[in-house]
């Protein structure tokens, strides 16, 4: 069995060096089938354990994989289960104090606003980001709420937690996206961090993290945090528990 993993993963390391599925190639010299399906959906999950960083582009072959994932009831479940364990973490193992100090960071984009609309539209990560477009898309604030982080946005506000967004958007969003926040049901949060001209000089890994020194030297106790990406919960000071939503689409450092 680790040998035929063994093997697996050697095709799958040379697949994807070469960055290009071929169906010549799918089968092994052990006649090991895999499909484009098993391709690409060994390619999500390694972005997910976080074995494969920094991606520009989805590859193209998956364009088509990640699209129909991206906009199933099965990347639902895996949102809805990530918040699920947000909340029996709160509930178990959060000794809140309740004296206006107890926090919880966010995401904004694929954590509370789903950018898929604009993604579906430019080949759901197939294409290289452009960010011109992608803030004039943002400006229009016409992004939708992901349904279980409203969900958990309220939970977190009924126990009195404090909720911080931090996000890489650029401060110049700031009424954008406090009116698409507001739009689709998010209203109540302490604090919005987004970038400002000296933060774009730091990755946003950097970014974040010294974001959330600021607010441990405010006195703030994070609890947890819900993002989509590594570079939300990477770096010191860090968060108790850090929850990862999947996003296959794009990958921020
Ligand atoms: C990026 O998007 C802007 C605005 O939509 C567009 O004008 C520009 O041509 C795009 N750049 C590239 C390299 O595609």
Redesign the pocket.
């Known amino acids: 069995m680790e040998r035929y993993l063994g093997f697996l993963f050697c095709l799958l390391v040379s697949a994807s060096a070469v960055s290009d599925w071929n169906i010549l190639h799918q089968k092994t010299k052990n006649g090991l089938m895999i499909s484009l399906k098993n391709y690409c959906e060994s390619w999500k999950m390694n972005v997910e354990l976080h074995n494969i960083r920094e991606f520009e582009v989805v590859p193209d072959e998956c364009v088509g994989y990640i699209g129909k994932y991206m906009t199933s009831i099965q990347y639902q479940v895996d949102s809805e289960r990530a918040v699920h364990e947000s909340i029996v973490y709160l509930s178990t193992s959060c000794s809140l104090k309740n004296d206006g100090r107890d926090a919880w960071i966010f995401d904004i984009d694929d954590t509370l606003l789903s950018t898929v609309p604009y993604y579906k539209k430019h080949r759901y990560g197939g294409e290289k980001l452009?960010l011109?477009?992608l803030e004039?898309w943002m400006s229009k604030g016409k992004a939708p709420a992901l349904e279980h982080a409203l969900n958990l946005f309220n939970e977190l506000k009924a126990r009195g937690v404090q909720i911080i967004l931090v996000s890489s958007r650029r401060e110049h969003l700031r009424s954008a996206t406090i009116d698409n926040l507001v739009d689709v049901g998010y209203h109540g949060w302490t604090g919005l961090m987004l970038r400002g001209a000296d933060d774009e000089l730091k990755g946003v890994k950097e970014y974040k993290a010294s974001a959330r020194k600021q607010l441990i030297d405010e006195g703030y106790r994070i609890w947890g945090i819900v993002g989509d990406q590594y570079s939300s919960f990477e770096g010191l000071p860090s968060a108790r528990r850090t929850f990862k939503l999947p996003n296959p689409l794009y990958y921020l450092f």
């Open positions: 452009n011109t477009s004039e």
